[in-house]
């Protein structure tokens, strides 16, 4: 946190001395703390900027969420469920999921699609599955991801899910013994969803959060100063998350109390609050607003007219919203980390811009960032492979047609000659077909050593092999902007026009 003397003057600075002095910073943001771009966004056109709450203004400290949401699901498969005791021993590896995972719940399977939709990696539980048998699996049938047979891991709360998943697959597949009765796969994942959301729903994983919301919740201390750097600039904030007022309040209050002295309440950087807003229905559905006391009680008074600082909203929906709000669609940006629920949805049904939090980024970029050596070579023996691949094809074509000469016996050269010619030739092919070899070689175990880094066994989250993940595809068609943290904003002008790179078809990179 910032000493408060600095804090109260940076808040008694004008907005335009604040906007002319952050258009004077050079441009020397960090990597990982970068807004990168898909869509152009003119944050000067922006006159409200929303934010959802978990992940993306509240940071949770992956591995120890993680294990809690493992240990209350474990208590509810073995006491409702009536799953073995002995599950709650087992080890369960946090990096057994990343986000953007897909569950064959049918059949105990896990995989990475890439844009298409095709599974490059794949692990039966924990166990990799060899890239044959997966096209053996896969690639044979005409695969729709959205049928019920697949579950997607979207977001950061549902990783602990896949690992649990992982993990009793292979328990249950070590397992020989009957007794009790094992459960099929997809009954497996069904009882692990179902507990989970039971966990979420019964207080057992909120109330140990809200007990040590340290341990739990990262404060950042550049949050108060970002969103008060958008406010000074004339923009309207509002908070729209899913959570329920009794949760949202004390971490929100976690987060911003007190952090600077022109705001001693969180509730004093947002304009409009609402909590239960069931996304991604409220992008879809209608449902009425209720207004809230400070207890989180309903009123009962109806919640109609303008919204009014300083109330608390619950539920709702866009329409409603944009008018009470007084909103202009493509004048609200709206920052979450939910692929579906905060960006898909707000996109298709609304005018609202996207910035989506991507927390992962920070150690994607750290890590290619420390790989670029290897990343580097990988493109040379890319480039490498072509060109051997081009020789190999060519001196091919040159032993056929010295083939079909021999045969037309009485025309061109004698057999001598073509003898020596065919000799030449053979020794370039198996010359190109022991560097290819050697070279997919070279290749298969940079690219091995590269994925580790990223993670031991599903890779970067942006990229399946050679494709942009499914995953990096649909941040880059569901988000405008993205970024590792809300924080990152502070770098960049509140009027900052953020430009997308051009648009390239193949044929026109150069
Ligand atoms: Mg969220």
Same mark, same amino acid.
């Given at each position: 946190?910032?000493?408060?003397?600095?804090?109260?003057?940076?808040?008694?600075?004008?907005?335009?001395?604040?906007?002319?002095?952050?258009?004077?910073?050079?441009?020397?943001?960090?990597?990982?703390?970068?807004?990168?771009?898909?869509?152009?966004?003119?944050?000067?056109?922006?006159?409200?900027?929303?934010?959802?709450?978990?992940?993306?203004?509240?940071?949770?400290?992956?591995?120890?969420?993680?294990?809690?949401?493992?240990?209350?699901?474990?208590?509810?498969?073995?006491?409702?469920?009536?799953?073995?005791?002995?599950?709650?021993?087992?080890?369960?590896?946090?990096?057994?999921?990343?986000?953007?995972?897909?569950?064959?719940?049918?059949?105990?399977?896990?995989?990475?699609?890439?844009?298409?939709?095709?599974?490059?990696?794949?692990?039966?539980?924990?166990?990799?599955?060899?890239?044959?048998?997966?096209?053996?699996?896969?690639?044979?049938?005409?695969?729709?991801?959205?049928?019920?047979?697949?579950?997607?891991?979207?977001?950061?709360?549902?990783?602990?899910?896949?690992?649990?998943?992982?993990?009793?697959?292979?328990?249950?597949?070590r397992r020989s013994d009957t007794h009790p009765p094992r459960p099929?796969?997809?009954?497996?994942?069904?009882?692990?969803?179902?507990?989970?959301?039971?966990?979420?729903?019964?207080?057992?994983?909120?109330?140990t959060v809200q007990g040590r919301l340290s341990d739990f919740i990262?404060?950042?201390?550049?949050?108060?100063?970002?969103?008060?750097?958008?406010?000074? !600039? @004339?923009?309207? $904030?509002?908070?729209?998350?899913?959570? *329920?007022?009794?949760?949202? #309040?004390? +971490?929100?209050?976690?987060?911003?109390?007190?952090?600077?002295?022109?705001?001693?309440?969180?509730?004093?950087?947002?304009?409009?609050?609402?909590?239960?807003?069931?996304?991604?229905?409220?992008?879809?559905?209608?449902?009425?607003?209720?207004?809230?006391?400070?207890?989180?009680?309903?009123?009962?008074?109806?919640?109609?007219?303008?919204?009014?600082?300083?109330?608390?909203? !619950? @539920?709702?929906? $866009?329409?409603?919203?944009?008018?009470? *709000?007084?909103?202009?669609? #493509?004048? +609200?940006?709206?920052?979450?980390?939910?692929?579906?629920?905060?960006?898909?949805?707000?996109?298709?049904?609304?005018?609202?811009?996207?910035?989506?939090?991507?927390?992962?980024?920070?150690?994607?970029?750290?890590?290619?960032?420390?790989?670029?050596?290897?990343?580097?070579?990988?493109?040379?023996?890319?480039?490498?492979?072509?060109?051997?691949?081009?020789?190999?094809?060519?001196?091919?074509?040159?032993?056929?047609?010295?083939?079909?000469?021999?045969?037309?016996?009485?025309?061109?050269?004698?057999?001598?000659?073509?003898?020596?010619?065919?000799?030449?030739?053979?020794?370039?092919?198996?010359?190109?077909?022991?560097?290819?070899?050697?070279?997919?070689?070279?290749?298969?175990?940079?690219?091995?050593?590269?994925?580790?880094?990223?993670?031991?066994?599903?890779?970067?989250?942006?990229?399946?092999?050679?494709?942009?993940?499914?995953?990096?595809?649909?941040?880059?068609?569901?988000?405008?902007?993205?970024?590792?943290?809300?924080?990152?904003?502070?770098?960049?002008?509140?009027?900052?026009?953020?430009?997308?790179?051009?648009?390239?078809?193949?044929?026109?990179?150069?």
């Amino acid at each position: 946190m910032k000493p408060m003397s600095t804090v109260g003057a940076a808040v008694d600075r004008t907005p335009e001395a604040e906007i002319i002095e952050s258009a004077a910073r050079p441009l020397d943001i960090p990597r990982k703390n970068r807004v990168y771009v898909n869509r152009n966004l003119r944050l000067d056109k922006i006159e409200m900027v929303g934010f959802d709450m978990d992940y993306t203004l509240a940071i949770y400290d992956q591995a120890r969420i993680e294990q809690l949401s493992i240990q209350a699901t474990l208590d509810k498969l073995c006491v409702n469920k009536g799953y073995p005791d002995e599950i709650r021993r087992l080890t369960y590896d946090p990096a057994l999921a990343i986000r953007g995972l897909v569950v064959d719940r049918p059949n105990g399977n896990i995989f990475k699609p890439d844009r298409y939709g095709f599974p490059g990696r794949a692990r039966h539980g924990s166990a990799a599955i060899e890239r044959d048998r997966v096209a053996e699996l896969y690639q044979r049938e005409r695969m729709s991801l959205s049928s019920p047979r697949y579950a997607w891991i979207d977001s950061l709360f549902a990783l602990p899910e896949a690992v649990l998943y992982a993990c009793l697959v292979d328990y249950f597949d070590r397992r020989s013994d009957t007794h009790p009765p094992r459960p099929d796969y997809a009954a497996m994942w069904d009882h692990i969803r179902e507990c989970i959301d039971l966990a979420h729903r019964d207080g057992s994983i909120k109330e140990t959060v809200q007990g040590r919301l340290s341990d739990f919740i990262e404060t950042d201390p550049h949050l108060a100063e970002t969103l008060h750097k958008l406010r000074s !600039s @004339g923009k309207r $904030l509002f908070l729209l998350t899913n959570s *329920a007022w009794d949760y949202t #309040d004390p +971490v929100m209050s976690h987060l911003l109390d007190g952090q600077l002295g022109a705001y001693p309440s969180w509730r004093n950087y947002f304009d409009i609050i609402v909590v239960a807003a069931c996304k991604p229905e409220f992008f879809t559905e209608e449902r009425p607003f209720v207004e809230l006391d400070g207890e989180g009680l309903p009123l009962v008074r109806t919640s109609t007219g303008p919204f009014v600082r300083g109330r608390i909203y !619950s @539920g709702g929906n $866009l329409k409603q919203f944009e008018a009470r *709000a007084r909103a202009s669609g #493509d004048g +609200v940006l709206f920052v979450g980390d939910h692929i579906y629920g905060d960006m898909l949805r707000s996109r298709k049904s609304s005018s609202w811009r996207t910035a989506m939090i991507v927390q992962e980024l920070e150690h994607e970029i750290t890590t290619t960032d420390r790989l670029r050596p290897g990343l580097v070579a990988l493109d040379q023996l890319d480039n490498r492979l072509n060109q051997l691949d081009a020789e190999l094809n060519e001196r091919q074509s040159a032993m056929r047609t010295l083939q079909r000469l021999e045969a037309e016996e009485d025309e061109g050269p004698s057999g001598l000659e073509l003898h020596a010619a065919q000799r030449a030739v053979k020794t370039d092919i198996d010359r190109l077909r022991v560097d290819l070899k050697r070279t997919h070689a070279e290749h298969r175990a940079i690219e091995k050593e590269t994925d580790l880094a990223f993670n031991p066994h599903w890779g970067p989250i942006f990229r399946e092999g050679y494709e942009i993940s499914k995953f990096g595809e649909q941040v880059e068609a569901y988000a405008c902007v993205y970024t590792s943290r809300v924080s990152n904003l502070r770098f960049y002008s509140p009027m900052q026009y953020f430009r997308g790179p051009r648009d390239r078809m193949p044929h026109e990179r150069i």
